[in-house]
């Protein structure tokens, strides 16, 4: 394993000579080419070479959630919503092969149309998390003085709020719904993000090659951009990934109390909450959308973990 | 008639007579508790009793000829309720929880009570007369009633909690209800004479309720931990958040009633474990089963189910005030695109009855209108097209939370809307923000909800006056708001039925909103429970009850 490690740093760093002949797993990850354009944000070419099997699998869950997403748009067998109370409370059987729920809508198809809606959200959430995140910790972190406390003090005032609490709240002032309801995770989401990044970026901003940014006339921007913020990114990767995880659950606790996706529309939070009443005589209608978020959230655990094991230097 | 011979009129039926209707059929005397009302409502309940409802009161029982009674073989035994919330007290005059008038039915009197038929009946007094046009009322008082303390009670008793409902030292929340009465007075120990300010139709229906609970005045600053009233049943004990426990007045002034020697109300707040502990002998009755739960309690062996209608409604309310729905078309339209009966089944499982206009069944005063609009999707597009909306448009339906039942009847009506090209979102808002925004904030375009009846039609139909609170539809005509005023104060029974009538078909004309259905009360009970009613207020009544052979 050792071998194997130092090869692959060699074949990090050197991108021009031919690549090691040593038997590595095959990874999804292999179709990745290496690509000619330098930016500061490109992983290396093999940086998945060697992942754990930790890793492998939260990249095959991930992609199979989102392929049953993408299906859940194009090819569902039914229309989610679409009720037929005459078939209401059918165990799985050939027609409907997770069964139907209480209004005998295909719970298949509801939980495929679930996957879109809670990938949507972690995405979105996460995405807003990020860049109100990565922007507030970066100038706090760089500037510091007063702005960066007075950032700081802010997130630190939103961090002390149970991360569902303050979601709520935030769609209670909103209203409820996914879209407000990826907006309040998302805002949940940014005081982690600002802290990882401040962090990083105090680590690094008096590092000698910062100061020879500068000397040789780079802007502030520059100087983030390009030699500060690429330093911080492996954990903040490793965040989203953990962060994506939680929202998807996030907004499904929303749901389950009615303020998260809106009925008609299929929100495994929602399936569950609704599923409730009928545990006795549908199981399948909880069995299903629980499965899909377990299995969603350990996936995007699983990639977390596996990417933060990955990218660590000193687990080479 | 006396109030023995009463009880007997409404004296419970053998099991076999009771028996369960099968679902979706309606029984035309009878009404009963409906929906779960979870625990965390209690507050608002508390506030909101009585007006808007969500929770339920439960109703009656086809009363009749039953067999003959032999009191004898059904004395004896205990018996445990399951409630869903705790007690606000056991004062009946301080409160307006319905959680305490289900059980103070057991511990106090009424000067009249109701029976399942929705008929007011003699209890504490045993006759009455109106004279002076309506402005005087004689109550002649039985002779024979005593308090649980062992003191005999007087017409100064009844006096004495009347005037402590009007003071406003009590706080009373019901005694703006009560302002009308303008003096009292004790001829004589057994008679008691009301003058009133001005005629009022409802006031002996509204003798009835829990809240004019007849009081000993020496008991009453400590009635809200130990209440003491004449009542079939005295107080044991109540422990916050467990249970209210009752033992037998031997001293009732009906003989051999009652026929249970303890009663235990015991706090359940989760319907399913109200269920589980049904099913596994825990509890003998719970009192408001879901509708969904219904079928599945049936099959259970040891177990039945009794159902009646309920004294009130369900209704997709419209804001008539809004484009496009001030258009009368498109709120016809709306009445043609909902198949009601697929409502009853889709949302409310079976259990429940189509209506008309803003009226259950059970009352006496019930028109049948559910022929106004047939389903007739048809017509409906047709209806829109007319107005301007060949293609239908989009609109939002409000869904209180956390009331399922609402919210389902909301997901099958937006799924009946598409099909006539109404596009319906469905937005869930929580029931505190509810009150504020739509009902009385009126900020909403369509909304699903219900209204909970009272033994008089007028605080039922007088919302839709143009300037009451309650109004949230928006709805103004001032011919209506004529016949309200008159039905208030008419004393002429005929004249009555005819307006109340009138303001149902002119509910139904204006298609103000969609009138949905009216909802059954399930209760469930272990089979060896026998003669438990259900009457058109919230009341659970264990004087009828006994436990038959196991």
């Known amino acids: 394993m050792k071998a194997q490690s130092s090869k692959l740093k060699a074949q990090t760093f050197d991108r021009r000579g031919s690549p090691p002949k040593v038997k590595r797993p095959r990874l999804i990850a292999e179709g990745f080419q290496p690509g000619r354009k330098h930016s500061a944000f490109r992983i290396p070419h093999s940086a998945l070479q060697g992942a754990s099997p930790l890793l492998v699998w939260g990249v095959v869950i991930v992609l199979a959630m989102s392929a049953v997403a993408l299906l859940g748009y194009c090819a569902a067998p039914h229309d989610p919503t679409a009720m037929d109370i005459a078939s209401r409370l059918r165990p799985p059987d050939a027609a409907h092969p997770l069964g139907t729920d209480q209004y005998g809508r295909d719970i298949l198809s509801r939980v495929m149309g679930g996957a879109g809606i809670a990938l949507s959200v972690g995405a979105v959430a996460v995405g807003i998390g990020l860049g109100g995140g990565v922007v507030i910790g970066a100038v706090a972190g760089f500037y510091g003085g007063l702005l960066g406390e007075v950032l700081m003090r802010l997130m630190d005032a939103l961090f002390a709020f149970p991360a569902i609490l303050l979601a709520i709240a935030v769609v209670g002032a909103l209203g409820p719904g996914h879209v407000n309801a990826m907006l309040a995770i998302g805002v949940v989401n940014v005081p982690i993000f600002a802290r990882l990044t401040r962090a990083s970026v105090l680590a690094v901003r008096e590092e000698g090659y910062v100061e020879a940014a500068r000397s040789v006339g780079g802007t502030d921007w520059h100087i983030l951009w390009r030699h500060i913020l690429p330093n911080g990114l492996a954990p903040l990767l490793v965040q989203a990934s953990v962060s994506f995880a939680t929202a998807i659950l996030s907004e499904a606790s929303l749901s389950y109390l009615g303020l998260g996706t809106q009925p008609p529309l299929p929100s495994w939070g929602r399936m569950l909450e609704e599923a409730r009443l009928f545990m006795d005589r549908g199981p399948w209608l909880a069995i299903f959308p629980g499965l899909a978020i377990g299995l969603t959230v350990l996936g995007f655990n699983f990639l977390g973990d596996g990417l933060r094991d990955h990218l660590d230097p000193h687990r080479r | ?550």
């Open chain 2, 1 to 550: 008639m006396n109030a023995r011979n009463t009880l007997c009129t409404f004296a419970p039926l053998s099991a076999g007579t009771f028996a369960p209707l099968s679902a979706g059929t309606f029984a035309p005397l009878s009404a009963g508790t409906f929906a779960p009302l979870s625990a965390r409502l209690a507050l608002l309940m508390l506030i909101l009793a009585g007006l808007i409802t969500a929770c339920a009161p439960p109703l009656l029982t086809p009363a009749g000829p039953g067999p003959t009674i032999t009191p004898a073989t059904r004395q004896g035994g205990s018996l445990t309720v399951a409630v869903a919330a705790d007690v606000d007290g056991l004062d009946p005059h301080k409160t307006v929880a319905a959680a305490t008038f289900q059980i103070t039915r057991n511990l106090y009197d009424t000067l009249v009570q109701v029976d399942p038929q929705s008929r007011i009946q003699p209890d504490l007094a045993t006759s009455w007369e109106t004279w002076d046009d309506g402005l005087k009322w004689t109550f002649h008082l039985r002779d024979d009633v005593f308090f649980h303390n062992g003191r005999k009670m007087t017409a100064a008793d009844v006096k004495y909690s009347f005037e402590r409902i009007l003071n406003p030292e009590t706080a009373s929340p019901r005694a703006k209800d009560y302002q009308i009465i303008s003096a009292i007075e004790t001829p004589d120990d057994h008679t008691v004479v009301f003058t009133l300010a001005r005629p009022q139709a409802a006031f002996l229906s509204n003798l009835a309720y829990g809240w004019t609970a007849i009081v000993p005045q020496e008991a009453a600053d400590t009635l809200r931990d130990h209440p003491v009233g004449s009542g079939p049943f005295q107080f044991v004990e109540w422990v916050p958040d467990s249970h209210v426990k009752l033992r037998r007045f031997d001293r009732y002034f009906v003989p051999n009633v009652p026929y249970l020697d303890e009663v235990t109300f015991r706090v359940i707040s989760d319907p399913a474990a109200r269920l589980i502990s049904l099913k596994t002998g825990e509890v003998d009755v719970v009192p408001e089963v879901p509708a969904q739960e219904i079928a599945g309690l049936r099959d259970e062996p040891g177990l039945q189910v009794i159902q009646q209608p309920f004294n009130g409604i369900q209704l997709l309310a419209i804001n008539n005030a809004r484009p496009p729905f001030d258009d009368l078309r498109v709120r016809q339209a709306l009445n043609h695109a909902i198949d009601k009966q697929a409502v009853i089944e889709g949302a409310q499982w079976g259990i429940g009855v189509p209506i008309g206009s803003h009226m259950p069944p059970i009352s006496d005063f019930y028109v049948d209108l559910t022929a106004r609009y047939p389903y007739d999707p048809e017509k409906a597009k047709a209806l829109l097209a007319e107005a301007g909306y060949p293609d239908g448009f989009e609109t939002t339906i409000a869904l209180p939370q956390p009331y399922d039942f609402h919210i389902r009847n909301g997901e099958v009506i937006a799924d009946q809307l598409a099909k006539v090209g109404i596009k319906a979102r469905l937005e869930t808002i929580e029931w505190a923000t509810y009150l504020e925004q739509v009902y009385f904030g009126r900020n909403y375009e369509l909304t699903t909800l219900g209204h909970t009846g009272r033994l008089d039609p007028d605080p039922f139909l007088n919302r839709y006056v143009s300037d009451s609170k309650e109004n949230y539809m928006n709805y103004h005509n001032p011919h209506y708001d004529e016949l309200v005023r008159e039905g208030a104060v008419s004393t002429d029974p005929a004249r009555r039925r005819q307006i109340y009538a009138e303001m149902q078909r002119i509910l139904a004309d204006d298609a103000v909103a969609v009138y949905l259905l009216a909802p059954l009360s399930s209760v469930g009970l272990r089979e060896e429970v026998q003669g438990w009613q259900l009457y058109p207020i919230d009341i659970y009544d264990l004087r009828t009850v006994w436990r038959g052979g196991q």
